[in-house]
């Protein structure tokens, strides 16, 4: 038996001709659908990119316990059993995060891999000289934003762009070992993720007026560009979708070429979606998990059952997909796993979960039953308690602090850690829930997620819900007090929290600050945290009426921004009228040493 995996990053499945896309040049995502089955309840579980792909070799939830972090050692890993097990395993990939500090666990774990450089800000060329960038709308401008422009001039070629090498090698693997047995082939590109970079062949589907400034990489906040502006990204997107697509095309004829179809089995997949100004927001990570960002494609061929063609509206979640694999190659799914194999699934929609659950580190803790979806905000306005449970402390980029791990303890196991204590860690958070509220939404009646409810019967019927899934989940106690949930016995009545948090709801739905409505000036909220922090009196405002913003990661984070930027990078972080209060004090202390000076 073989297997092939074709996954990509952040492919929305709204903009897909299979889900009802219109206007989207994809034509072998179409034909994809018509040789498999495709599922119209696929949801992703632990957010964003590496805690998805911890899911996609554990098959269990993450996010609970542990930020973006590698694979730990008690964990299990997919193409490591099926390797012990004499499956032959490689990945070919462009994904860089396997390659930081965050991740460097998890390419290990195949027999053979190969990556290739120059996605988003990779740190591959070395240039000392600033390359030349265009005027941008881009906020955020750091290391990756300067060294994307450097790794792009080795890339005007398509033949040289790091999807193009991907699919290369993962096409040379397959014409070298099609008459092989036993074999699994990961090609993962990390497109159609931002930045939106791609060539006029593909750009050429999607013809529309622009002239205005270079915008392909929104930055991950609420959105203040024009329409024109909006419509121009997301046209950036869609002609990298397009070239996602003719590289699926290029799978699909190999299979047709190598006649794999007969006993190979065909997963394509993506870790999550984007935001492309729906909800009012660009990109992830900050607001809750909608739709659009969660709620995933995913068509499967087995050739057990030759299925082809066919809709699948089970439940299903990414947590299946490494027992999926594991049973096609006869190899047992370890106890730990708490996903299910799918094979019943896709030849006959076998129905395999209740409720689905999802979230991200210290963000909202979501369940959905494939037609209600509920977000639960933390119960207080601190988002606390919450704590990382790992013995790789590491983040995205490097490794935890010495600041951090001051205050980490050696706590007992968790069910799932096969007897291993854990370092107990203070954790943060980069948005905070309760700025957004606890939301409840009804997919069929509003697919568009623009109607929150407040229905308190339907509301304790999703809590029990998301707290059974908290308990198979083994959820550490802190995060029930986090979310005010009861660890043990019933939830009722007393634990819903939709009506309470009402107001956030309202107050995070509005439109961010507008630049004008604020006075500018060398001491003002137009200025970027950085500079504010040189001047002693300024330091003194922000300090004063918000000394939270400068301690913990989100300082470091935002240090480039203005607060002004910052106001609609976080909700709920710096409200309306904290900013205008910050705006006066600001003009008052450049009021003062103008007088002073004159």
């Given at each position: 038996m073989k297997a092939i995996m074709v996954m990509f990053d952040t492919l929305n499945r709204r903009l897909l001709p299979p889900y009802g896309?219109?206007?989207?040049?994809?034509?072998?995502?179409?034909?994809l659908a018509e040789r498999t089955a495709t599922?119209?309840?696929?949801?992703?579980?632990?957010?964003?990119?590496?805690?998805?792909?911890?899911?996609?070799?554990?098959?269990?939830?993450?996010?609970?316990?542990?930020?973006?972090?590698?694979?730990?050692?008690?964990?299990?890993?997919?193409?490591?059993?099926?390797?012990?097990?004499?499956?032959?395993?490689?990945?070919?990939?462009?994904?860089?995060?396997?390659?930081?500090?965050?991740?460097?666990?998890?390419?290990?774990?195949?027999?053979?891999?190969e990556f290739f450089r120059g996605q988003e800000g990779d740190p591959w060329k070395g240039q000392v000289t600033d390359p030349e960038i265009p005027d941008a709308l881009r906020?955020?401008?750091?290391?990756?934003?300067?060294?994307?422009?450097?790794?792009?001039?080795?890339?005007?070629?398509?033949?040289?762009?790091?999807?193009?090498?991907?699919?290369?090698?993962?096409?040379?693997?397959?014409?070298?070992?099609?008459?092989?047995?036993?074999?699994?082939?990961?090609?993962?590109?990390?497109?159609?993720?931002?930045?939106?970079?791609?060539?006029?062949?593909?750009?050429q589907h999607y013809p529309h007026p622009y002239?205005?400034?270079?915008?392909?990489?929104?930055?991950?906040?609420?959105?203040?560009?024009?329409?024109?502006?909006?419509?121009?990204?997301?046209n950036e997107y869609a002609a990298l979708l397009s070239m996602c697509d003719q590289s699926l095309g290029r799978v699909l004829d190999a299979m047709d070429e190598l006649a794999l179809w007969d006993d190979t089995l065909l997963m394509v997949c993506t870790d999550h979606g984007l935001l492309l100004g729906e909800h009012g927001w660009w990109g992830k990570n900050v607001q809750p998990w909608y739709d659009e960002t969660i709620h995933t494609p995913l068509f499967l061929w087995d050739p057990r059952s030759r299925i082809t063609g066919e809709r699948r509206a089970a439940l299903v979640q990414t947590v299946d997909f490494a027992p999926t694999l594991l049973e096609f190659f006869s190899v047992a799914p370890t106890p730990d796993m708490t996903g299910v194999p799918l094979r019943e699934t896709i030849a006959s929609d076998t129905p395999v979960r209740e409720a689905g659950l999802f979230g991200a580190f210290g963000g909202h803790v979501s369940v959905t039953d494939g037609r209600y979806v509920y977000m639960r905000a933390s119960a207080n306005a601190f988002n606390q308690p919450l704590y990382e449970h790992t013995l790789m402390p590491t983040h995205m980029r490097g490794r935890f602090s010495p600041a951090e791990l001051k205050n980490a303890e050696l706590v007992g196991p968790l069910p799932f850690t096969k007897e291993v204590p854990l370092l107990k860690v203070p954790g943060h958070a980069m948005a905070n829930p309760y700025a957004f509220g606890t939301?409840?939404?009804?997919?069929?009646?509003?697919?568009?997620?623009?109607?929150?409810?407040?229905?308190?019967?339907?509301?304790?019927?999703?809590?029990?819900?998301?707290?059974?899934?908290?308990?198979?989940?083994?959820?550490?106690?802190?995060?029930?007090?986090?979310?005010?949930?009861?660890?043990?016995?019933?939830?009722?009545?007393?634990?819903?929290?939709?009506?309470?948090?009402?107001?956030?709801?309202?107050?995070?739905r509005q439109a961010?600050?507008?630049?004008?409505?604020?006075?500018?000036?060398?001491?003002?909220?137009?200025?970027?945290?950085?500079?504010?922090?040189?001047?002693?009196?300024?330091?003194?405002?922000?300090?004063?009426?918000?000394?939270?913003?400068?301690d913990g990661p989100f300082a470091r984070v935002a240090a480039d921004l203005s607060l002004l930027q910052i106001a609609a990078f976080a909700v709920g972080l710096l409200p309306p009228e904290r900013l205008r209060t910050l705006a006066d004090a600001l003009a008052d202390v450049a009021g003062r040493e103008s007088a002073a000076e004159g």
């Open positions: 896309a219109e206007g989207i040049h994809a034509p072998n995502f179409t034909r599922f119209d309840n696929c949801y992703a579980g632990s957010m964003p990119c590496m805690p998805a792909r911890r899911e996609l070799h554990t098959g269990r939830h993450n996010f609970l316990h542990r930020s973006w972090g590698p694979l730990e050692p008690f964990d299990d890993s997919m193409p490591q059993l099926l390797t012990e097990h004499g499956v032959y395993t490689h990945l070919a990939t462009d994904h860089q995060h396997y390659w930081e500090d965050g991740g460097a666990t998890y390419h290990n774990r195949y027999r053979t891999y906020a955020r401008r750091g290391a990756a934003w300067r060294q994307d422009w450097v790794n792009r001039q080795y890339l005007t070629d398509e033949a040289d762009h790091p999807q193009t090498r991907t699919f290369d090698a993962g096409l040379d693997f397959l014409r070298t070992n099609h008459n092989a047995d036993n074999w699994f082939l990961q090609i993962e590109t990390f497109d159609p993720h931002e930045p939106f970079f791609t060539y006029d062949r593909h750009k002239d205005g400034p270079h915008f392909d990489w929104p930055d991950y906040k609420q959105v203040t560009e024009t329409d024109d502006q909006i419509e121009h990204v997301r939301l409840l939404f009804d997919l069929e009646t509003d697919p568009g997620q623009e109607h929150p409810l407040a229905d308190d019967a339907l509301e304790l019927r999703m809590a029990r819900l998301l707290v059974h899934q908290l308990r198979l989940s083994d959820a550490p106690a802190e995060q029930y007090e986090r979310l005010g949930l009861p660890a043990s016995g019933p939830v009722t009545e007393k634990h819903l929290l939709v009506r309470d948090q009402w107001p956030q709801i309202e107050s995070a961010p600050p507008r630049a004008e409505d604020f006075p500018t000036g060398p001491l003002s909220v137009h200025v970027p945290l950085r500079e504010l922090l040189t001047h002693p009196a300024a330091e003194a405002v922000v300090r004063d009426h918000f000394a939270t913003l400068l």
